[in-house]
């Protein structure tokens, strides 16, 4: 599945108020942009703004680069999860869906806080690079954390959610994990 598909479906279903311009740098693509956001495709031979010395890719910036990848870690853990990385995004994407419970609402979750942490990145990439601002990895990942509250509750607003319980222990508040 293609990062364009991947927008379309899994965000049509988040309110409108808390729709963002989501980008992806997908080496090597000509996929359009959109109604629904921003998706950018370019290539790039720029170095990764980390500092880590590679060529920055989408799947070394999302996925295999020491300090941003390092966010997925602190996600699983968080969530409890145990997710292999595999070398492309949408497979990652497909993994991380299918990590935890088999319930839809379950599954539903997981694709809000993957498109959280892969928006929270990308930020993180471009204020390092724009604004010459960084933030720390439990920085980025206390924003993912913020960010999901904030897009979850608006999605579902029947479900018990509670600050401090997302924070500490996502799906036992939700009584769904
Ligand atoms: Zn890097």
Redesign the pocket.
Known sequence: MIAHQLWQIHFKGVPIQSRVPIHFILIHSNLSIPQSGVLVFFCTTRL???????L?SSN??FL??????SVWHFIHRWLGLSVATPFQVPDHFNLFSFSGGTTKVHRSILHVIWFAAVWEIWKERNNRLFNVKECSVNQVVDKIKSLTFTWLMLKYASLPFNYHGWWLSPFTILDIG
């Not at 990764?48 to 590679?54: D, P, R, Y």
């Not at 295999?64 to 990848?69: E, I, L, S």
């Open positions: 990764c703004v980390s500092g880590c010395g590679s920055e070394h910036l295999h680069c020491n300090f941003f990848g």
